[in-house]
């Protein structure tokens, strides 16, 4: 078992109590850093500290953040050095107010400097296919290549347009009206949506050879975010086969997987029930298939889930009402005897431990104001715990 132990979750403090973690790390090429709740100040100076200490000991050169995929790209042109103001940015580029936290600022100003003198920029990236529920935004995208490389599909992006657009509003009460929609609609807009993928996947050597090699996959990846989206809200509305958030978890570790063709070892933040490398085996959850599932499939042991908990705090929970969705602060509740959190004792800051046979006791984590039921020692490569959490 290896464990690290800081006395601080300052950011800018030494790196060296975390030298331990290299042994956790290894040769990975993706190391997935979650939490047990969002919008955590303790999360965001966890995720900042290991950010720097995986970037500047260990070479790790993108950052893949629970964030909408085309949206985000603002945010990974201003830590380059792209204009505005980076709370602005920081909200522009993320969703359901994950960027608008002063911690998450230090965050990306941390980047920025970094990149200023950094021999290859630290990128970052949106792992997720949706912002408030519409696809317009990576629609528009794709229009933007079409009119200049495949103006004959536009007809098929303005079918999928037209009915993008009863749905676009700035709250997550779009996947409520997207289930209001008639099905003639909806059957109609995802076979729009397919029949456009199709044809942008069998061109791709065409672009190829026409010098569009690059602008055709950044097209294709937004395209497969609204197709996502879509039967992801199909899923929503109960007209899809799919569970909970598997279309989410599947675009997530494809676009891991994308941004690993070209750097060498990426950093991914997601949510501790996005990371987990085992499937979820009963009603309740957030998904059949986590997007670490699919990444443990595909890489291994080169790809490393780390969890973030804490033992004690507060947590935001969302309940989707008719309006969208509205969040409120709740307690944590006691521990529980077979929650890992139990592990983890003394008055440190932060305590990472590798998980092993010895773990397999432990049966729950810690879930927004509850506890997520999964097999700890498999699901995660290590554990990441704090004494509190404030929201």
């Known amino acids: 078992m290896t464990r690290a132990v800081s006395a601080s979750l300052d950011p800018e403090a030494s790196l060296d109590d975390l030298e331990p973690l290299l042994d956790v790390i290894g040769d990975a090429r993706v190391v997935g850093i979650g939490e047990s709740t969002h919008h955590a100040a303790e999360f965001y100076r966890l995720r900042h500290r290991l950010l720097r200490f995986l970037t500047e000991r260990c070479g790790f050169t993108a950052y893949v953040f629970e964030a909408p995929f085309t949206e985000a790209h603002v945010i990974d ?3 380059r050095g792209g204009r505005g103001d980076v709370a602005t940015i920081s909200a522009a580029g993320t969703a359901l107010g994950l960027g608008d936290h002063p911690e998450m600022h230090a965050h990306l100003t941390w980047m920025r400097r970094h990149n200023e003198r950094a021999e290859r920029p630290l990128r970052f990236v949106g792992a997720l296919p949706v912002s408030t529920g519409s696809p317009l935004p990576a629609l528009t995208e794709v229009e933007r290549f079409l009119r200049r490389a495949d103006p004959d599909a536009l007809p098929l992006l303005t079918q999928a347009i037209e009915v993008a657009e009863r749905c676009d509003v700035d709250s997550l009460r779009a996947f409520q009206l997207y289930a209001e929609l008639d099905v003639s609609d909806r059957d109609a807009a995802t076979a729009a949506l397919s029949r456009l993928l199709a044809r942008m996947e069998c061109m791709a050597a065409h672009h190829r050879c026409e010098g569009r090699g690059r602008e055709h996959a950044e097209a294709t990846r937004h395209l497969r975010s609204a197709w996502h989206l879509d039967h992801f809200q199909r899923d929503l509305s109960g007209a899809g086969l799919s569970v909970g958030t598997a279309e989410l ?3 997530a570790a ?3 997987l994308d941004v690993l063709a070209a750097e060498p070892r990426i950093v991914f933040a997601m949510h501790n029930t996005h990371l987990r490398r085992t499937p979820v085996e009963h009603e ?10 699919h990444l443990a499939e595909a890489l291994g042991d080169d790809y490393v889930a780390i969890a973030a908990t804490s033992i004690s705090g507060r947590a935001v929970e969302g309940l989707l009402t008719p309006d969208g969705l509205e969040t409120q602060e709740v307690p944590l509740p006691p521990l529980e005897p077979d929650c890992i959190e139990t592990a983890f004792t003394g008055d440190a800051q932060l305590t990472i431990t590798t998980l092993g046979p010895e773990f397999g006791a432990y049966q729950k984590i810690r879930a927004e104001g509850g506890f997520m039921a999964a097999p700890i020692a498999r699901a995660f490569n290590a554990i990441a715990c704090v004494p509190i959490t404030t929201t």
């Open 77 to 79: 042109d201003w830590v």
């Open 249 to 251: 978890d599947r675009y």
């Open 254 to 256: 494809e676009t891991v």
């Open 284 to 293: 309740g959850s957030f998904g059949l298939f986590p997007a670490g599932y």
